[in-house]
């Protein structure tokens, strides 16, 4: 009873996979119009031929029916409907009500071709048998994607053939039911052995798609991590490279304008710096959150570049591309409060235009980020447009890097000097060496120009070796001991090879190492604090002395006075300029008393009138610099305005605000 069971709940598909189910159908889908086909073609033989012999209803009217089904079911397996995927359950629906009608056709034939063999001669005869044998295998072999359809007309039609034929009780009819029913049992035997194969394939091909899916699945999330910021959730560097030239290769032709951008936190190493990795961290999530809302609100990409930098691409509206970076730039500057603490960051931006700017995406890179540089420099917290001005400044640049790489170091660089004076005595303490070039192509080259430009090109180390060497050489030609401040940059700073040559050629240098002051710059100091207080400590062990050069212009110097081992510290030049007014010199009183108390020598620059001197030497600046003094010049003007400056200063004996002017007016 069991394996009735069983074999019931088998044929009526109760525990069909589902899948399987499916394919069971879409198989079978292909194969029943050859069936019904087949029993047209068969029935309508059979009918024709005893169309004469037997009763019209038995042969036009059952053949009739058996046509309308036929046609009515090829059609509809025919039609659109029928091919769409259906669920598990509804796949098995169709299959039993195919296994339904099957039991019908399996009685229906056999009874409709006994009832007519009753007809008709010998040849009639034969033909019934052949229709009886030709359609059961036709209609086993087109439903060998359903077995179960088959086994049931196998199981109904067959016997009734068999026992009709063996009924007859003559020698041939019994070889004929005979070889029936044991072809029939092979054939159900191959059908069913065959459609184990199958459903062993389909569940092989499904765990193939399936497991196919998974790694698509795992594809595309290792592709959509591999294009995301971990920490921000913003897309990454190389997204934006990635959409970068899939936007350029799209409208190459139609040359439709579209931005890309820069964005650079403000103030954000200080606050890093200040409060640790984790609240900087968790700024960066913030402020990845709000880009990130930005962003969906525009219709615009927005991705992490790397640190402090985020990328922008404006696809669209590209008139107000300078206006959106903006609305970004004061959104970013908004507070951000992290436990109690409120944090504030500024934000700049340079945008640049495809087509005007660039065509490929290094040239837009490089303008957005030149127009970045601009915001930096002329309008912090602000966006600028990559311009044509933009455009003269970087031909003039990179005719300068061209210029630098192929330069004479030693030919073309020379070496300038700017006394510091003694407030009081105005007599001086060191010179500054203040680097020139003069290029054979482009002429005379301004500082500002050729220093950053070396420095990203990689030629600063060459340069800066070179300079030092020049300098202590020709300050060896004094006859006074007078002091040299030597500049130098952060790339230096970061770099062991150059600090060893640097360290080697003071050692072995033509004046005591106690009369070399190295400049660093706060920039250099921000890139690795640690790094930067180990070079200035190996370098003060050698005798050297270390001034920390624009104090007052960054955003971290406080803590940088506290943390590094200084001698002196150089107020920027902008706060000369501000000595005349009450403002001003309470910030210039503020630097002085500070070094004061961390006994510091302070030096002010920028001196360039008699009542700016006046009032830093009120303040208590004992150091100064500035063209009220003397502007930069040759070795040889100098060792000239040195022997000079017995006569300069005789004066200093008179009253000190005469003595002073007098002096200055020598001067």
């Not at 509206?317 to 603490?341: N, R, W």
């Not at 020139?436 to 050729?450: C, E, H, M």
């Amino acid at each position: 009873m069991h394996a009735l069971s069983r074999f019931i709940d088998w044929l009526w598909l109760r525990n069909t996979e589902p899948d399987v189910a499916i394919a069971q159908l879409r198989w079978t889908r292909e194969h029943l119009p050859l069936l019904y086909i087949l029993l047209v073609l068969n029935g309508g033989a059979v009918a024709y031929t005893h169309y004469n012999l037997a009763p019209a209803s038995l042969t036009l009217g059952v053949f009739g029916t058996f046509f309308t089904v036929c046609v009515v079911r090829t059609i509809w397996w025919f039609s659109a409907q029928s091919a769409i995927v259906p669920s598990g359950a509804d796949a098995v629906h169709r299959l039993r009500s195919t296994i339904a009608l099957a039991s019908v056709m399996a009685l229906g034939f056999p009874f409709w071709a006994i009832a007519l063999d009753t007809y008709g001669g010998a040849l009639e005869h034969v033909h019934i048998a052949m229709f009886l044998g030709i359609t059961m295998v036709g209609c086993i072999y087109c439903l060998m994607y359903l077995p179960q359809a088959a086994i049931v007309i196998g199981l109904l039609g067959t016997p009734i053939t068999v026992i009709y034929y063996l009924l007859k009780q003559d020698t041939v009819y019994t070889a004929i039911a005979m070889n029936m029913g044991l072809v029939m049992i092979t054939l159900l035997s191959i059908v069913r052995t065959g459609f184990q194969g199958f459903r062993d394939m389909v569940l092989s091909q499904l765990d193939i798609a399936a497991k196919q899916q998974e790694t698509e699945r795992l594809g595309a999330e290792n592709a959509r991590l591999a294009h995301t910021d971990s920490l921000t959730g913003l897309p990454n560097r190389r997204h934006f490279f990635a959409q970068l030239q899939r936007m350029i290769a799209d409208r190459q032709t139609s040359l439709e304008p579209f931005a890309i951008g820069v964005l650079d936190l403000d103030n954000f190493k200080p606050v890093n710096d200040t409060f640790g990795h984790f609240v900087g961290d968790s700024l960066l999530a913030a402020i990845g959150e709000r880009l990130s809302t930005a962003a969906k609100e525009r219709g615009i990409i927005i991705v992490r570049l790397g640190g402090d930098e985020f990328g922008l691409i404006i696809p669209s509206d590209v008139e107000h591309a300078t206006s959106i970076g903006d609305d970004l730039c004061h959104m970013l500057a908004q507070p951000y409060k992290f436990d109690g603490m409120q944090l504030v960051v500024g934000c700049s931006c340079g945008i640049a235009l495809f087509p005007e700017a660039g065509t490929n995406a290094s040239e837009l890179f490089d303008r957005s980020d030149y127009a970045l540089y601009h915001s930096k420099t002329e309008q912090r917290g602000n966006c600028t447009l990559f311009s044509v001005e933009h455009e003269t400044s970087i031909r003039s640049s990179r005719a300068i890097e061209v210029a630098l790489q192929n330069a004479d170091m030693e030919q073309e660089l020379e070496i300038h000097f700017q006394p510091i004076v003694d407030t009081f005595t105005l007599r001086t303490r060191g010179v500054e060496a203040l680097a020139r070039w003069t290029s054979p192509t482009l002429g005379r080259v301004p500082p500002d120009q050729f220093i950053p430009t070396a420095e990203r090109i990689g030629v600063i180390s060459t340069l800066t070796l070179t300079l030092l060497n020049k300098s202590l050489n020709q300050l060896a030609r004094l006859s006074q001991p007078i002091g040299l401040s030597f500049n130098l940059s952060a790339t230096d700073i970061a770099s062991p090879e150059t600090m060893r040559a640097v360290t080697s050629m003071i050692e072995n240098g033509p004046i005591d190492p106690s009369r070399l002051t190295l400049e660093i710059t706060e920039t250099a100091v921000m890139r690795d604090i640690d790094q930067a207080i180990a070079v200035i400590q190996q370098l003060q062990s050698l005798g050297v002395r270390i001034s920390l050069d624009d104090f007052g212009t960054g955003y971290s110097s406080l803590s940088y006075l506290r943390r590094l081992p200084l001698n002196t510290v150089k107020g920027d030049r902008s706060f000369a300029s501000d000595l005349c007014n009450e403002h001003g010199r309470k910030i210039v009183t503020a630097i002085s008393g500070l070094c004061h108390t961390l006994s510091l020598d302070c030096v002010i620059e920028g001196i360039e009138d008699m009542e700016q001197l006046l009032h830093a030497r009120r303040l208590g600046y004992r150091m100064a610099q500035g063209y009220l003094f003397a502007k930069p010049m040759p070795i040889a003007d100098l060792v000239e305005w040195l022997e000079l400056e017995d006569e300069r200063t005789s004066e200093t004996d008179r009253p000190a605000s005469s003595s002073l002017r007098g002096i200055i007016k020598v001067v």
